[in-house]
Structure formats: structure tokens, C-alpha cells
């Protein structure tokens, strides 16, 4: 507790501790200097419980579940929410046209366009994981709206409750405080098919030191079989012909 103090004590005064003890350094007053590592920590998450349709069955929120281990048994890229939350510092670039956001883990760099003010048809778009990402500035806020999830693939469980369809809709709102020193983002999940009212929550994330440089990436072997079994799932040593597939 007295180690939370200090801490908290010396955010306020301008000197605050990154999450990992050391100088929370480069700061910027520029309130659209997003670009940088930026990590979430003990201390970063406001998430309220989801208020779910009665449609939502516990049946049904379970099959979401088993086929989210899947696809962390299979290696597969797990897209939003993952990225924003993977547990490792997240890497945000921002240019004129896009801001991207990536990190060292199985999923795909977020692509956020600046360029274009409507989402692509939905006859030519083909739903990812991550989605299609349009934002835009107001004032002080980068706002950025989503749709276009894939309704199967990747992660699809959302913080607090609820997971993504193929009508989920994703509104992000990005803002620097304590002098850049913080990212806060604002997450807005609406689904006429999930949710019964929007369902909000926001990260605060710490600036990393500019110097700062991520480890490679931990590999992902889906044919482990000790990794496979760690995530209870059947290895491959074991398994009889007849459980495989297309098997005789």
C-alpha cells in the first residue's frame, strides 16, 4: 500500500513510475502524440459487467468459450479485444492516413484509417478478426469506429461479458492525460444481437520509456503436445486415428 502511495504521489507531482518500477519518461504536451509502447498494468482497468439480452444464454456463452480455446490452441491470430490487452506493451504508430497498433503476440496489426469517413460495403468487405477501423479527431479525442468482426475466428469474448457477432459495432475514444503520460482509451460495445444496453469500460495505459524495446515474440507451437494437453485438448501422441478427422 505505502509502495501504491508513492507511486500515485509522484504521478500527481510530474514524476510519476512506469509499471515496472522504473522512470516514466517521454512525456509529450502534444494531446495527438499517440505513437509509442504503451503498457496496461495492475492498476489500469475499469470494466463493468456487461448487461446481456435474455437471449444470451449460458448455453451459448459457453460455446463461445470452447471455441476461444480453440483458436489459443491452434495458434490462431485473436484479433480484437485481444490486441488491446494482450500482456505485453502494445506499439502505436500514427501518420496522416492510419494509426496502426501492434504487439508480440498471435494477432494481426490493427489498421486504423484516417483517409476515408465511411466503412467499406459489407458486399465487398470480408469480416476479420480485427475489423474494419475508420477514425477521426474531435478536438483533443481520436475517435475510432468499428465494424466488420468476424463473427467466429480469433478471440470473440469482450471484457465484462458479451461477445462479438457479425453485428457488433465498436466505438473507441483515444486521449493523452497527465501530460501524455497516460493513455486512456474508451471501449463501447453495442450488438442488437449481445447487448441490451451499450456496454463501456476504459484502460489507462503507461507510456513506455522511449529507449524502451520489446522481447521477441514467444512462439506458439500448435503441435506441442505437452502445450496441448497444459490447455486440455487431446495431444497428438495420444490420440487415436479415429478421433482425427477424416480419418479410417
Known amino acids: 500500500m505505502i509502495i501504491l502511495a508513492v507511486t500515485v504521489l509522484t504521478l500527481k ?4 513510475q512506469g509499471p515496472f518500477g522504473g522512470p516514466m519518461m517521454n512525456t509529450s504536451s502534444d494531446p495527438h502524440d499517440l505513437s509509442g509502447f504503451w503498457a496496461l498494468s495492475i492498476d489500469s482497468r475499469q470494466v463493468s459487467p456487461a448487461v446481456l439480452l435474455p437471449t444470451v444464454t449460458k448455453a451459448a ?3 463461445h468459450e470452447k471455441a476461444d480455446q480453440k483458436a489459443i490452441r491452434w495458434c490462431n491470430l485473436l484479433g480484437m479485444p485481444y490486441i488491446m490487452d494482450p500482456g505485453v506493451p502494445i506499439d502505436i504508430q500514427l501518420g496522416k492516413r492510419e494509426m496502426v497498433i501492434f504487439a508480440e503476440v498471435p494477432a494481426s496489426p490493427r489498421h486504423i484509417y484516417f483517409d476515408r469517413s465511411t466503412h467499406i460495403d459489407p458486399q465487398i468487405f470480408d469480416p476479420t478478426t480485427n475489423g474494419d477501423s475508420i477514425g477521426h479527431w474531435d478536438g483533443n479525442t481520436l475517435v475510432v469506429d468499428t465494424i466488420g468482426f468476424h463473427p467466429e475466428r ?4 469482450i471484457p465484462g461479458g458479451g461477445f462479438k457477432t457479425a453485428t457488433t459495432h465498436l466505438v473507441e475514444q483515444y486521449q493523452l492525460i497527465e501530460n501524455g503520460a497516460l493513455l486512456s482509451v474508451k471501449f463501447t460495445w453495442t450488438d442488437p444481437k449481445v447487448y441490451k444496453t451499450p456496454h463501456s469500460y476504459e484502460f489507462h495505459y503507461y507510456r513506455m520509456p522511449s529507449n524502451y524495446e520489446p522481447p521477441p515474440g514467444l512462439p506458439c507451437n500448435q503441435y506441442d503436445d505437452l502445450r496441448t494437453q497444459f490447455l486440455g485438448f487431446t495431444p497428438a501422441a495420444v490420440r487415436k486415428a479415429s478421433d482425427v478427422p477424416g480419418a479410417r
Open 13 to 16: 507531482t510530474g514524476s510519476a
Open 61 to 63: 456463452i459457453e460455446q
Open 154 to 157: 480469433g478471440i470473440t469474448a
